[in-house]
């Protein structure tokens, strides 16, 4: 095969041109969300496309992190929904088998993983099951096989995995990697970590009936969230039972019997079921030998790129977690799409960053997109905007927690900068205020929609008067209370405003 090596548009440099005889055009590491987009996009403008996998088509999204995760999610909300179905008429005798839910989510799982490969195979891509490491920039070698290939270009999209901290004891616990594939059930389990991932988890296991704890270094979890949200499902998350120990650590875990007792950094000690570590990823380097490809990393430890995905070899480019950025699915896909834009439709394109949905699928779930107030403040003179009432779902039950909707704008009801919300659907919110807010909408086009009523979501459309302003990141007024909020704010069962 005749191919020719094209180095996408950067500054200061030109096209380059070289011919060689490759086995491929491209050869694709890692056959996650990633990587299989852009092996079915090349391969669709032409490009004799091979993907190797050294273990199951799908990457973390689909075999071990969103998919099923969510999955356990919707298991863990029926708890819930069986303790007020009472106040709807309902009467449930309701019992939870573990082994059924984890079960039936591997079905899920090995369905998904077959409509994947299918897709692949569909798209002529050749899929080979290995384990690939660089024998140079052009060359990967089959571990397994023990035989190398050659492509005009690489695609490295390995991702992350989980780690653990360096402490005593810690292969006595698991990883998100691990959680979907248990026994049974633990009576109780601490959750090491303040992220996402931690308390989502933290949710499942409570909701499944365990009883949950969660150890956060920090005085504060969901660092870089909002703080209205960061507050907000600390205090719903307690009121469901689930104890949070902050600013502390873990230092050791033993063997207690069958259980384990945890030793932490305050010198307290306390015997738990089951320790769950949710304290990061990192990117997946080991074993690829990118030194023999001329591919150097970044001090965070993931692959270092351009804005195009390229990587300090020319020929070499990586999309996804791969390379320690936000460590997404839907951006994995965007700079798998990218890449094959730039390199293959001569359509130099590069990932948008600035305006990422992002949920947290805890109970309640939160959903943001855009700038925290505190953020915006820092950088902008703006008006923050906020309702907070009770979900119509509760008002005849005896739940009194709060759902809350909060806009940032530029001061004066300019453009919308961020949007925050904490509540039921908060994700299928956000991901539609997404739209709006790449189109730079101001909060007068926000004003201009007609609200869909009786909806939470309507109150995006109708807050009226900013709750508070900030010029030169000073505060104008003192931030209301919740009680003096529902003055303000309407009241969804209601759907009038109290002034």
């Not at 007020?84 to 309902?90: H, L, R, T």
């Not at 394109?349 to 600035?354: E, K, M, P, R």
């Not at 005849?396 to 509540?423: A, N, P, Q, Y």
Request: charged share 25%.
């Amino acid at each position: 095969m005749i191919c020719f090596v094209f180095k996408p548009p950067q500054e200061d440099c030109e096209d380059m041109v070289e011919f060689h005889n490759y086995e491929y055009d491209l050869i694709v590491i890692g056959a996650g969300s990633g990587g299989v987009r852009a092996a079915r996009m090349a391969s669709g403008y032409g490009a004799k496309v091979a993907i190797i996998e050294a273990d199951r088509v799908g990457g973390t999204c689909v075999i071990r992190g969103c998919v099923p995760k969510k999955l356990f999610v919707y298991a863990s909300r029926f708890t819930e929904l069986f303790e007020v179905a009472g106040s709807f008429g309902w009467q449930i005798d309701a019992r939870f088998d573990w082994e059924t839910l984890r079960d039936n989510k591997d079905k899920e799982i090995d369905r998904l993983e077959r409509a994947y490969t299918s897709t692949l195979e569909n798209c002529d891509v050749k899929i080979i099951r290995d384990r690939a490491t660089f024998h140079d920039a052009h060359t990967v070698r089959l571990v397994n096989a023990d035989t190398t290939l050659s492509a005009q270009r690489v695609l490295i999209a390995t991702g992350s995995h989980p780690f653990k901290p360096h402490i005593d004891g810690c292969e006595l616990g698991f990883t998100s990697d691990e959680a979907f594939h248990l026994d049974n059930l633990p009576e109780s389990i601490i959750v090491y970590g303040g992220g996402y991932i931690a308390l989502e988890f933290a949710t499942i296991f409570n909701g499944l009936g365990v009883e949950t704890s969660v150890c956060y270094r920090g005085g504060q979890i969901l660092r870089n969230f909002d703080q209205d949200m960061r507050l907000g499902i600390y205090e719903a998350m307690k009121a469901r039972g689930i104890k949070f120990i902050l600013n502390c650590n873990i230092e050791s875990v033993e063997k207690s019997g069958e259980d384990f007792k945890v030793h932490f950094t305050d010198g307290a000690e306390r015997v738990y079921g089951a320790v769950m570590f949710a304290t990061g990823r990192a990117a997946n380097i080991q074993g690829l030998e990118l030194e023999r490809a001329g591919v150097e990393i970044t001090d965070k430890g993931g692959i270092a790129v351009d804005r195009y995905g390229q990587t300090t070899a020319p020929s070499v480019y990586a999309v996804g977690d791969v390379r320690g950025g936000v460590a997404l699915t839907p951006v994995a896909i965007r700079e798998g799409a990218a890449f094959v834009e730039t390199v293959y439709n001569e359509n130099p394109t590069i990932v948008d960053l600035s305006q990422i949905p992002t949920a947290v699928f805890t109970e309640p779930e939160i959903g943001v997109i855009g700038m925290s107030e505190h953020y915006a403040a820092k950088h902008h003179d703006i008006d923050v905007y906020i309702a907070s009432f009770r979900p119509m779902m509760n008002v005849m039950t005896d739940k009194s927690e709060r759902m809350i909707l909060k806009l940032v704008t530029e001061f004066g009801g300019g453009r919308v900068l961020g949007c925050h919300i904490l509540g039921p659907g908060a994700a299928e919110m956000i991901q539609l205020v997404a739209v709006p807010l790449a189109m730079g909408a101001t909060k007068a086009d926000f004003d201009r929609a007609i609200a869909l009523h009786p909806s939470a979501a309507e109150e995006l459309v109708t807050l009226t008067k900013p709750s508070y302003q900030y010029r030169d990141e000073k505060k104008l007024s003192a931030e209301l209370t919740l009680s003096e909020e529902q003055g303000l704010n309407k009241m969804l069962i209601a759907g009038t405003t109290n002034q």
